[in-house]
């Protein structure tokens, strides 16, 4: 599992700061967005919407949005809840 990550921008620094909550480390590859290398077909191969964050996992499946990464992480490890534990 690999989470493409870029570091000035606000969604993967959301990422970022959900998955330190939960102590949750992972994988990182950088993606400098001041250089274009989202538009680079290294990435582009990964992310065809090539936005970061992107996470990429084992089986090949990816979850290119910042709240559907947190909520992935959310349901392998729910605690601490960040997004509650109810309704």
Known sequence: MK???AEW???PRRVRIFLAEKGIE???VMVDLKVGEHLREEFT???PQRQTP???LDD???IDDSLGICRY???LQPEPPLFGATP
Do not use: C, Q, Y
């Open 3 to 5: 989470l493409f990550d």
């Open 9 to 11: 921008a606000p969604s």
């Open 26 to 28: 992972i994988d990182r």
């Open 45 to 47: 191969a990964v992310n």
């Open 54 to 56: 992107a996470l990429l």
């Open 60 to 62: 090949g499946t990816l």
């Open 73 to 75: 992480f959310e349901a």
